[in-house]
C-alpha cells in the first residue's frame, strides 16, 4: 500500500517573529505522522550538535515527536559534509556580492515582490507559507536563481537531491504509512515537483490540517 507524506515548510529561526509557534506544534498534532522525515543532520537529531539556526527543531518538533510517539529520521547530511557544503556556498555568495552586479539587485527585487504577493499583509503566517501560491513565488524564484547565478543554483540543486535520496530510500522502508517531512519552505515546492512522479507515494497537502 501507499505511503502517505505531506511536506511542511519552515521558516526556521523565523518562527518567533512570523508565524506561531503553538501553530506549529499543532498542525503536526493534527497531521498526526507516524514518521517525521527532517531536515536536521544526525548529529543534531542526537543532541550532539546544536541546530540554533533552526529553533523549532530542539523546542517544538522534538519534543513533541518523544511526547506523541512520532519517529524521526534525518534527512540533511551529516555535519562535516553539511559545513563543507556550507563552506563550498559561502564562496560562491561572497564572489556574487563582490561583483555587485544588477543582476543580483534584480534578483533580489524580484524576491521583494514576491514576498509581497504571498502575504498581502503586514505578518506571515504558517498558513501563507504552506499555500500553493507560496510554492509558486517559490518556483518562480529558484528558476530566475538558475537563469543568473548557475553555480548558486547548482549547490541548491545539490543539496535538493540529497534530501530527495534519502528521503525516498526511507519512504521505502515502510508501508501505509503516514510521513510528514519538515524542512525549509523554499525547498518545499521543488521536493512536491520531484515526488509527484512516484506512483507508490500519495501526496496529501499539509494547508487541510491547518
Not at 500553493?132 to 541548491?156: G, H, Q, T, V
Not at 530527495?164 to 519512504?171: D, P, S, W, Y
Not at 510528514?180 to 501526496?203: A, D, E, P, R, V
Request: contains cysteine; charged residues 30%; glycine residues 2%.
Amino acid at each position: 500500500m501507499r505511503n502517505k507524506i505531506s511536506i511542511l515548510g519552515s521558516v526556521h529561526q523565523y518562527h518567533y517573529y512570523k508565524s506561531s509557534k503553538q501553530i506549529l506544534k499543532k498542525v503536526i498534532k493534527n497531521y498526526d505522522p507516524d514518521i517525521i522525515l527532517a531536515e536536521l543532520s544526525p548529529e543534531q537529531l542526537k543532541g550532539t550538535m546544536t541546530c540554533n539556526s533552526k529553533p523549532e527543531y530542539p523546542e517544538i518538533i522534538i519534543p513533541l515527536a518523544k511526547q506523541e510517539n512520532y519517529k524521526i529520521i534525518p534527512i540533511q547530511p551529516k555535519t562535516s559534509k553539511g559545513f563543507e557544503w556550507g563552506a563550498r556556498k559561502d564562496r560562491i555568495l561572497a564572489k556574487i556580492h563582490d561583483e555587485k552586479s544588477d543582476k543580483y539587485n534584480c534578483y533580489l527585487k524580484l524576491n521583494e515582490i514576491l514576498d509581497e504577493i504571498i502575504h498581502e499583509k503586514e505578518i506571515m503566517t504558517l498558513k501563507d507559507l504552506q499555500s500553493r501560491k507560496s510554492d509558486l513565488m517559490s518556483c518562480i524564484s529558484y528558476n530566475y536563481l538558475k537563469a543568473l547565478f548557475p553555480s548558486w543554483y547548482e549547490i541548491k540543486e545539490e543539496w535538493n537531491n540529497y534530501c530527495l535520496q534519502n528521503i525516498i530510500e526511507q519512504e521505502k522502508k515502510y508501508n501505509n504509512s503516514k510521513i510528514l517531512i519538515t524542512i525549509g519552505f523554499s525547498h518545499k515546492f521543488w521536493l512536491i515537483q520531484k515526488l509527484k512522479k512516484y506512483k507508490n507515494i500519495k501526496l496529501i497537502n499539509i494547508e487541510r490540517y491547518l
